[in-house]
């Protein structure tokens, strides 16, 4: 069973920084890639960034430039750094990791963090 726990969200003010992180409970390069998702109230759950295992990075490009994410595989971990939160960034965070096993694609998720960017 995949386990994945996202930690670091929390109350933030307009401008500042947060570190996400997501702890898997297996080797983060035993998945195709791992992602960051986040959910606005009312909204769908959009992709924010990814990694594939090869170490390929993608971001969307509305968030490039504030939003890194990184990984230490050592750790199994994956982390997003945020930067000049704005308002607009509020959601819950969530990581994603996926992994294809012939043509199938397995997904797991994490049970998601609460990013709260407020004056």
């Known amino acids: 069973q995949v386990r994945l726990v996202e930690s670091g969200g929390g109350l933030v003010q307009p401008g500042g920084f947060l570190r996400l992180s997501c702890a898997a409970s297996?080797?983060?390069?035993?998945?195709?890639?791992m992602g960051w998702y986040r959910q606005a109230p009312g909204k769908e759950r959009d992709w924010v960034a990814g990694?594939?295992?090869?170490?390929?990075?993608m971001t969307v490009d509305s968030l490039k430039g504030r939003f890194t994410i990184s990984r230490d595989n050592a750790k199994n971990t994956v982390y997003l750094e945020m930067n000049n939160l704005k308002t607009e960034d509020t959601a819950v965070y969530y990581c994603?990791?996926?992994?294809?096993?012939?043509?199938?694609?397995?997904?797991?998720w994490g049970q998601g963090t609460q990013v709260t960017v407020s004056s």
């Open positions: 994603n990791a996926r992994r294809v096993i012939r043509t199938t694609d397995f997904n797991y």
């Open positions: 297996e080797s983060i390069l035993s998945f195709s890639d």
């Open positions: 990694i594939t295992s090869g170490g390929t990075i």
